[in-house]
């Protein structure tokens, strides 16, 4: 059974572009989780999707991002006209439910804004 | 609210000795979780060991146990007999037994341990 599976694994982007980071969720899980990790820092969480379903958005900027996770295919998350604030790990979890304990994570994402 | 301070940015040990990673966090609830995460440089999180708040009795896991002391808010992990795989970032985690989902959960910032061959 595959783990959580991000990519890209580093992306570099100059400021202004888009950046979309991609997470397949392990088999058999429907709860996706994005979470930021700036250098020096525990993980920051972003937002909580279920299938076609936001679930909980709270960590998430106001503007400029975006997360969406189809009925198929990988949960997207979206960040528009990025900025070097934006330079961080961006990793995605998966559960089978909501149950304590039970978050399996990804080898995150890298994004590098110039 | 609730924070998760771990006071150590870096640990080193020698190979097969014993360390201890320090974690304190401040809450006003009775009822809570608490974990230890260990993020390895292939950057994948990876559960170590979880403590529930109304059990007395220390977590273990293998090689892995926690000093848990409710009234002084410290979760310590104790790596014994340390291994060469052992070198990982170690984060601590706090999470509110109201909270609706373990997603919700509050890091501190992560002690890097360091295994001296």
């Known amino acids: 059974n595959a783990g959580v599976m991000q990519n890209p694994r580093h992306l570099v982007r100059r400021r202004g572009q888009e950046a979309r980071l991609r997470c397949s969720p392990m088999?058999?899980?429907?709860?996706v989780y994005w979470y930021r990790q700036l250098p020096e820092e525990g993980l920051k969480f972003m937002v909580y999707?279920?299938?076609?379903?936001?679930?909980?958005e709270s960590g998430m900027p106001k503007e400029r991002f975006s997360a969406e996770f189809p009925k198929e295919g990988p949960s997207i998350l979206r960040i528009q006209q990025v900025v070097r604030g934006d330079s961080a790990a961006y990793f995605c979890?998966?559960?089978?439910?909501?149950?304590?304990?039970?978050?399996?994570f990804g080898e995150g994402s890298r994004l590098t804004v110039l | 609210a609730q924070t998760v301070t771990q006071s150590q940015p870096e640990m080193s040990v020698q190979e097969a000795e014993t360390v201890t990673l320090s974690c304190t966090y401040d809450?006003?609830?009775?009822?809570?979780?608490l974990f230890w995460y260990k993020q390895p440089p292939s950057r994948q999180m990876i559960l170590v060991i979880r403590?529930?708040?109304?059990k007395q009795q220390n977590a273990t896991e293998n090689r892995f146990s926690v000093n848990f002391q409710k009234a002084a808010k410290s979760f310590s992990l104790k790596i014994s007999d340390s291994q060469l795989g052992d070198a990982a970032m170690y984060f601590c985690?706090?999470?509110?037994?109201?909270?609706?989902?373990?997603?919700?959960?509050?890091w501190g910032a992560g002690t890097k341990l360091i295994i001296k061959p």
């Open positions: 999707l279920q299938k076609e379903n936001i679930i909980d």
């Open positions: 088999k058999g899980h429907s709860h």
């Open positions: 985690a706090y999470r509110s037994e109201y909270m609706d989902s373990n997603y919700q959960l509050i």
């Open positions: 979890a998966s559960s089978p439910s909501g149950i304590v304990g039970e978050l399996f």
């Open positions: 403590q529930e708040a109304y």
């Open positions: 809450t006003s609830e009775s009822d809570y979780y």
